[in-house]
């Protein structure tokens, strides 16, 4: 089945970095749109970033925009996120999905998300 | 940029149906998505396109898209509906495609 897994959240300082995997399986990765978003804790859902199949189209919110950079391997199916100069506000359980109809479609499914804290 | 607005609550009854709305400006022009979201869980797609329902979506589960407001409607609502609902759009007012959620409605099941 469609299968989405994310890695690599935790606890990090005020300007550290860490980088975001999600492993995807089940579909033909390359055909897709991929997409971060993220949920700070009893909030709400607010997109992060996404990237074209061919990672040659990138957008990112402005909220994370020249901090975050999404990226994506074809050959191994996975797609990441590495974010540096992190703030207490970018605290939040991060989510990759797959973006269905490119551009003015839905997302589906989601993984079970990474929780990553940004405290000192 | 644009803004979509959900009521931060909806309390129903069992057997009752429920209408979650999602304002925004001309949002009928638009293609709308909702999500339930239990909780520990993460968001799951219950409709597309304005209306129209992923397999193994109960159809109960329907949606209508006009003007300035969009609504998930919920009938013969059951206990385990109860969880937080988000719409999502496109936005491409800006000089790139930007992806919008709404703030969310909590449904409890009375």
Partial sequence: QVQLV????????PGGSLRLSCAASGFTFSDYYMSWIRQAPGKGLEWVSYISSSGSTI???D????RFTISRDNAKNSLYL???SLRAEDTAVYYCAR???????WFDPWGQGTLVTVSS | SYVLTQPPSVSVAPGKTA???C???NIGSKSVHWYQQKPGQAPVLVIYYDS???SGIPERFSGSNSGNTATLTISRVEAGDEADYYCQVWDSSSDHPDVVFGGGTKLTVL
């Fill in chain 1, 6 to 13: 994310e890695s690599g959240g935790g606890l990090v300082k």
């Fill in chain 1, 99 to 105: 973006v269905v109809a490119i551009l003015g479609g």
């Fill in chain 2, 23 to 25: 304002g925004g400006n």
């Fill in chain 2, 52 to 54: 129209d329902r992923p």
């Fill in chain 1, 59 to 61: 957008y990112y919110a």
């Fill in chain 1, 82 to 84: 590495q974010m540096n």
């Fill in chain 2, 19 to 21: 209408r979650i709305t």
């Fill in chain 1, 63 to 66: 909220s994370v925009k020249g």
